[in-house]
């Protein structure tokens, strides 16, 4: 059983920069930050492999969002930079194990989420 609890989110103006937590009640294999729009499907946004260091990036976020792993905390972040109106969604990480990546159906364990709202 991993425990995930996020924070940091809020309402910023668009151009702007926010920075999520996730604290893990335990290590993990790796890290992932999706979001999700009312109505709409999960979408994964960016992973982190504790085993490497590895990152992956969606195309919506590429150069603007960087996710990063601070294992000894068991702690994973996703700085926000250049925020977008578009970007404005509920924000969660998740818990990944081998063979996880971009299908939300691959990751057992979930934080609560944090609300992220971009305005122009």
């Known amino acids: 059983q991993v425990q995930l609890v996020e924070s940091g989110g809020g309402s910023v103006q668009a151009g702007g920069s926010l920075r999520l937590s996730c604290v893990a009640s335990t290590p993990t294999y790796s890290m992932a930050w999706f979001r999700q729009v009312p109505g709409t499907d999960r979408e994964g946004v960016a992973v982190?492999?504790?085993?490497?260091?590895?990152?992956y990036y969606s195309n919506s976020v590429k150069g603007r969002f960087t996710i990063s792993q601070d294992n000894a905390k068991k702690t994973g972040y996703l700085q926000m930079n250049s925020l977008k109106p578009e970007d404005t969604a509920m924000y969660y990480c998740?818990?990944?194990?081998?063979?996880?990546?971009?299908?939300?159906?691959?990751?057992?364990?979930w934080g609560q989420g944090t609300q992220v709202t971009v305005s122009s």
């Open positions: 998740a818990a990944g194990s081998p063979g996880s990546l971009w299908a939300a159906s691959t990751y057992k364990y």
């Open positions: 982190i492999y504790s085993l490497g260091g590895n990152t």
